[in-house]
């Protein structure tokens, strides 16, 4: 169908009027025909036709209600099907891996992390990935074919091909088709990203930054990355390298890998619990830790001029013990007369997965719904509660 003639533009609207009706479904709950189409303003036999198409797809189903809604048959209720599909947002990382797994509805159905150390080969790697989604699957009572998109967070850059350009972690992944490897493996769509990206778009859709058009992210875990978004779209730069600090940028002590060095404890936990403790050694390493990242975020704010400065990454479990004084250095050191807020990560170590899980919803819309990045469900647990709750697990830092 050329697009421009009459029939593309007719699919076009069915399309989206189809679109119209689940979403109303998928966020508002079930109803009747009449219903649906007092909501969504579409006339009656536009919606018996979306429903008729969404119920051939599986996404939809419908139910007769107990009684009557005056005189003649049942009132008939049509309901959206979350089970329907699944998309999975993946975490790779050097230190970790995790996927958190959706249904269409937003119900998220499983969080898994992977036990032991995150394979050195290439192929090892994809194949943990894949046992990892799949043990997702198996713990959410999915069938592995309803799986409909995976996205993947990794460190390092992602050309728009979605192959990694450079990556200090996973070298041998550079250049590789890791998406279509696993997509082999999985049976769906696989994707990939920059990490740091997924994180920063997933505090300012769901974390701390989601009232903030403007903001940077700042991951600090044993590197130090940064993710931005601007007019409330994430920014990625021409060669999607917008955000990699470089060494020279960075007035803390690092290794030839980049790599964060710490003198009085081996991790930052153990030198901010020292300086806590009041080892004088360690109060000084803490506080020109906080002074060579004060000066970093200045440079960065003070281009860009964010709403919002969000500490993500392992080390935002600091907490105030971070937030508090990094923010008072920034304000003490910008020569502008306002300076950002600067808060801790809501999502913590599981920004990556979470960021994931969000454009995982983007990419499958046209696959699910016929139409371009439809707007993804709000995010609960099966009981009801707060998905972004870490339920209480702790993480090193």
Not at 225 to 230: F, K, Q
Not at 303 to 308: A, C, G, N, Q, V
Not at 352 to 381: K, N, T
Request: proline content about 4%; overall charge negative.
């Amino acid at each position: 169908m050329e697009p421009g003639t009459h029939e593309h533009r007719v699919g076009a609207l069915r399309r989206a009027n189809t679109a119209r009706c689940a979403l109303q479904l998928r966020d508002h709950g079930p109803a009747a025909v009449s219903e649906l189409a007092r909501a969504t303003g579409l006339s009656r036999p536009t919606v018996e036709a979306a429903l008729a198409d969404l119920a051939a797809r599986g996404l939809v189903a419908t139910d007769e209600t107990n009684g009557h809604r005056g005189a003649g048959r049942p009132a008939r209720v049509s309901r959206f099907v979350g089970g329907a599909g699944y998309v999975a947002g993946v975490d790779v990382g050097i230190a970790g891996m995790r996927v958190i797994l959706a249904d269409l509805s937003g119900t998220v159905a499983a969080r898994i992390e992977h036990q032991g150390p995150v394979p050195r080969d290439g192929s090892a790697r994809i194949e943990a990935v894949r046992l990892l989604v799949a043990e997702a699957l198996r713990l959410a009572d999915a069938p592995a074919h309803r799986l409909i998109f995976a996205h993947i967070g990794v460190t390092g850059l992602v050309r728009a091909d979605g192959r990694i350009w450079i990556s200090h972690g996973f070298a041998d992944w550079e250049g590789v088709d890791v998406g279509g490897k696993l997509a082999a493996l999985l049976g769906c769509p696989v994707t990939l990203d920059n990490d740091v990206n997924l994180a920063a778009l997933a505090e300012q859709r769901l974390g701390s930054a989601r009232l903030a058009d403007d903001m940077i992210f700042l991951l600090i875990g044993s590197q130090i990355s940064a993710g931005l978004v601007l007019d409330g779209r994430l920014r990625r730069g021409s060669h999607n390298a917008a955000g990699e600090l470089g060494d020279a940028s960075l007035r803390v002590p690092l290794d030839e890998r980049g790599h964060l060095l710490w003198r009085t404890a081996s991790t930052a936990r153990g030198v901010f619990e020292l300086a806590d403790a009041g080892d004088a050694e360690a109060v000084a390493e803490v506080d020109a830790f906080i002074a060579g990242i004060a000066d970093t975020v200045v440079v960065l704010a003070q281009t860009i001029d964010p709403d919002l400065v969000v500490i993500g990454g392992p080390m935002s479990r600091a907490g105030d013990r971070l937030v508090k004084p990094l923010d008072a250095a920034v304000a003490g050191l910008v020569s502008l007369p306002f300076a950002p807020t600067i808060v801790a990560s809501r999502l913590g170590i599981d920004s990556i997965a979470f960021g994931a899980l969000s454009r995982a919803f983007d990419l499958s819309s046209e696959l699910v719904y016929g139409v371009h990045e439809v707007p993804m469900p709000a995010l609960r647990r099966p009981d009801g509660g707060d998905a972004l709750d870490s339920n209480g697990k702790d993480f090193e830092w």
